[in-house]
């Protein structure tokens, strides 16, 4: 696999200039909201600072950010397959203050549909979308060409406060942490997590519009858009009716510190399932701190669905964390406690799908820069996980299969 979208950054040379330092940390809540540095309208904490190229052209502040890992992935066990893959996104930005506020328009691509073949990877209990007509299982589904064309005004209202308009045809509502791509305490680890379907996977959503409000160490937003979860020609983007909603509130107790709530009614969220409508909850609790030598980011998250009309419900537990010391090697860990349903069963699957039992997943990784430039780095890393099987799918995959990754990694970075 290549990079194959780096030519894309490299013609587009960008620099810190004018007034705005590269990847500075906010200082309030309302201006970790402007800075708009994850996708959708999510935050991280007030002082985290992810990496990005910043520039101005006139009266617009340019940003620019990215990665992508060259990945080969192994694992054991009757289901356990092999593969080399590329997982990757880039993100611009173009930003520009006005008298009463400020317009960011985003973009934000992959070429995953072309640098993961066969329409998944290989993650052994993963489940969630569909390739060629049958549900994804034992697999994470490639990000769309067009994960995220949004544009975004926000009012100031006197020195605390904010209000706010998303609108996007691709893009990210108000439910969940930020998605796993952004989220910094999952930077080196190119894996989705096992609970993505429970968390954070509206992070590709379509005609979505958002209407948020900031106060001091508060933001309180609601979205609509459309429910259905993106389909398997993943170069296109979908339009449907908006038949979904959520909200969220977000706090900021210190600048270290961030939360969320969020409530969403999702409508026939996935292809496989047209007829089950999701209420799906998320809380979550992120932390950063950086020291003169190290930083580290950390995330705890809670995910469920409740098909709505049943007594099935569906929990998903993460705690991750990514420690980056000197700059020069990074150290990462993610554990899961999570539902499966019985759409892992294959062909044995009933047709209403309901929880079969629970899955740990124990998955630790260190990586290594072995080469940088004045904007971009380059890592070497290995990550195994260690899986717990419960009873009712032993016979498939054994009591401990686990999977070890090799993976060059390659971000936008000062």
């Known amino acids: 696999m290549k990079f194959a979208f780096r030519a894309m950054l490299l013609c587009v040379p960008l620099c810190v200039c004018g007034q705005m330092q590269m990847g500075s940390p906010a200082q309030t809540l309302r201006d970790n909201v402007l800075q708009h540095s994850a996708s959708g309208t999510s935050l991280e904490p007030v002082s985290s600072a992810p990496p990005m190229l910043m520039r101005m052209s006139g009266n617009w502040m340019e940003m620019l950010h990215g990665e992508a890992s060259v990945v080969e992935q192994q694992q054991t066990g009757p289901r356990g397959h092999d593969k080399l893959f590329s997982v990757n996104w880039i993100m611009s930005m173009a930003q520009r ?3 009463q506020g400020q317009w960011t328009f985003a973009g934000m691509f992959s070429l995953e549909p072309a640098t993961i073949s066969g329409r998944y990877y290989p993650e052994l209990f993963q489940q969630g979308e569909t390739a060629y007509g049958k549900p994804i299982v034992d697999g994470q589904h490639p990000h769309n060409l067009f994960m995220e064309l949004a544009a975004t005004y926000d009012w100031k209202l006197g020195e605390r406060g904010l209000a706010s308009i998303y609108a996007a045809p691709v893009g990210d509502p108000a439910l969940g942490p930020v998605a796993f791509p952004h989220r910094m305490s999952a930077e080196s680890d190119p894996l989705a997590p096992l609970a993505h379907h429970l968390q954070d996977s509206t992070h590709i959503s379509y005609d979505v519009v958002t209407g948020g409000l900031t106060w001091g160490p508060a933001r309180l937003e609601a979205s609509g858009f459309h429910g259905r979860e993106p389909g398997e020609n993943r170069w296109t983007i979908s339009v449907g009716a908006v038949d979904s ?3 969220r509130l977000t706090t900021a107790p210190a600048r270290d510190w961030i939360a969320q709530y969020s409530l969403g009614h999702l409508t026939s969220p996935e292809a496989y399932h047209p007829q089950e409508n999701l209420l799906r909850q998320t809380a979550s609790l992120s932390f950063h701190h950086a020291w003169a030598t190290a930083e580290l980011d950390a995330t705890a998250v809670w995910g469920r669905n409740h098909t709505i009309g049943t007594d099935v419900n ?3 537990y ?5 420690a980056r010391l000197r700059r020069r090697q990074s150290l990462w860990t993610r554990i899961e406690n999570d539902d499966r349903t019985t759409d892992l069963l294959g062909a044995a699957a009933p047709p209403e799908e309901s929880v079969v039992g629970r899955v740990q997943a124990y998955t630790g990784g260190y990586a290594h820069r072995i080469w940088h430039s004045d904007w971009s780095a380059l890592e070497l890393g290995v990550q195994p996980t260690l899986y ?5 799918l032993l016979a498939l995959y054994g009591a401990h299969p ?4 090799a993976v060059l990694h390659w971000r936008v970075e000062k």
Do not use: V
């Not at 717990?388 to 009712?392: E, G, K, N, S």
């Open 318 to 322: 993460l705690l991750e964390a990514e």
């Open 402 to 405: 686990w999977g070890i990754a």
């Open 97 to 99: 203050t006005t008298a």
């Open 245 to 247: 909603w959520s909200a």
């Open 314 to 316: 569906a929990n998903g």
């Open 388 to 392: 717990t099987t419960p009873p009712r």
